[in-house]
């Protein structure tokens, strides 16, 4: 209930933020009955949510960097919509270990940015791994739009794009070639899926200046019960752990 909660809020959020967003084959995303790793190239700080949100009600666990956990309100936030804390210079088996129980006993989903940091292009191996341990498929998505706030603010268009889905079981080993293969088909699907959105986003501009008149106020809303959430989230971190097994 509470990462419900908190998707819709931070959905709404970003509306009253920008109020400009365009999804693209939405139905392509697997059914909700069916697990799957949905991978996209990490361009802002808000783009999970645009994706968390166009495949509910599916609900998801994603890696996190574990300096995020650090503020005690924040992190106890982040827990509860379903991040795990990663240590990214050592990793240890939970990075895998976890997502791929998940996958298989539980109802969520996983989020991964296989470029790791924002700005990189360099597909990660750790996604084939989970994939192929947990026999799921891999579901591509792409962001385009604002990379900055002010032009967020400003009403840019965004666009988020939904791929084929992606069967890695015809792979037998993920050696190097198998690796390589899998990098392949999912940087084939996130070109595609760029082109498409950016063809979208041609000859559009951004939002009139007259939308300011709801958006300030439904921004205001919107920061205020922000606020009251993250009061709640620091008040609830002393009493309920959110549980994340990664020792068991």
Known sequence: MFYSYLRSLLVFLLWAVNGN?????????????????LVAPHRTFWDPVFLGYASAPKQFIFMAKKELFKDRGFGWWISKCGAFPIDRENPGTAAIKYPVKMLKKSNRSLVMFPSGSRHSSELKGGVAVIAKTAKVKIMPATYIGPMSL?????????????????????IKRLDDAGIAEVTHRIESE??????????????????????????????????????????????????????TNLDK
């Open 150 to 170: 002010k032009n967020l603010l400003l009403g840019d268009r965004i666009d988020v794009a939904f791929g084929n889905p992606i069967d890695i079981s015809d």
């Open 190 to 243: 996130f070109n595609r899926l760029d082109d498409l959105a950016r063809a979208a986003q041609t000859g559009k501009k951004r939002l009139p200046y007259w939308t300011f008149i709801y958006r300030v106020p439904a921004l205001v809303l919107a920061a205020l019960v922000l606020g009251l959430t993250y009061l709640f989230s620091y008040l609830a971190s002393f009493v309920w752990k959110p549980d």
């Open 21 to 37: 967003i365009h999804y693209h084959d939405r139905e392509k995303i697997l059914p909700q009955d069916e697990n799957y790793i």
